[in-house]
């Protein structure tokens, strides 16, 4: 079965120090991944996804950036943390074949300080 | 731009209750549509993905229906439990991205099933 793993669980960072996060998911192949960031009362927004190596689409303009340098590994960089950056980061996949639902990881609780 | 509403944002219910929460869109030309559960401090867990050739989904206690030409999906929880207490999102993916496209996400509702 496949599953993701997410880390990070939680992360208190000083304003100005970088950040990476890693996500990886296992038992699937050629997945699609996303990065989701989860605000208080703002929901769910789309940060970045990828539909293979090295292919990265950012959905919001932000001082984040991502990476994808194996085909089950999703990285959130940033080289400077906002106090805005905080919130909690999510990391999801979906097969590229057929219908399939979206996975998500358990998340990252990022407070910048 | 698609937008997707979720309404109410809160509900308690004491345990045994069936009740319905709902999920509106406002754009009609989706591929699917998914309701996720959530608990504090946790991931989104996927409960149902309707198709949008599907009128409904059911797994257990859980029924999900699509109305794609009102812009409405309800999620139906039959003899409510408190460990069902959690906050349901719904997400619609449009058509113009078919299988591939990104997902829309509500607020969610937060409910509280009291024993």
């Known amino acids: 079965s496949q599953t993701i793993h997410q880390w990070p669980a939680t992360l208190v960072q000083p304003v100005g120090s970088p950040l990476s996060l890693e996500c990886t998911v296992e038992g699937t192949s050629n997945p699609n991944l996303y990065w989701y960031r989860q605000a208080a009362g703002r929901g769910l927004q789309l940060l970045f996804y990828?539909?293979?190596?090295?292919?990265i689409s950012s959905e919001v303009p932000q001082n984040l950036s991502a990476s994808r340098p194996q085909d089950r590994q999703f990285i959130l960089s940033s080289k400077k943390l906002l106090l805005s950056d905080s919130g909690f980061y999510l990391c999801?996949?979906?097969?590229?074949?057929?219908?399939?639902?979206?996975?998500f990881g358990n998340g990252t609780r990022l407070t910048v300080t | 731009k698609q937008e997707v509403t979720q309404i109410p944002a809160a509900l308690s219910v004491p345990e045994g209750e069936n009740l319905v929460l709902n999920c509106s869109f406002t754009?009609?030309?989706?591929?699917?549509l998914q309701w996720f559960r959530q608990d504090p401090g946790k991931g989104l867990t996927s409960l149902l993905l309707i198709q949008s050739s599907q009128r409904e989904q059911t797994s257990g206690r859980l029924n999900a229906s699509l109305d794609k030409s009102s812009g409405r999906s309800t999620l139906y929880i039959a003899a409510s439990q408190p460990g069902d207490s959690a906050t349901y999102l719904c997400?619609?993916?449009?058509?113009?991205?078919?299988?591939?496209?990104?997902?829309?996400f509500g607020k969610g509702t937060k409910l509280s099933v009291k024993p």
């Open positions: 999801a996949w979906t097969s590229r074949q057929g219908e399939s639902p979206l996975h």
């Open positions: 997400a619609v993916r449009h058509s113009y991205g078919g299988s591939q496209g990104n997902l829309i």
């Open positions: 990828s539909v293979g190596i090295g292919q």
């Open positions: 754009d009609s030309a989706i591929y699917n």
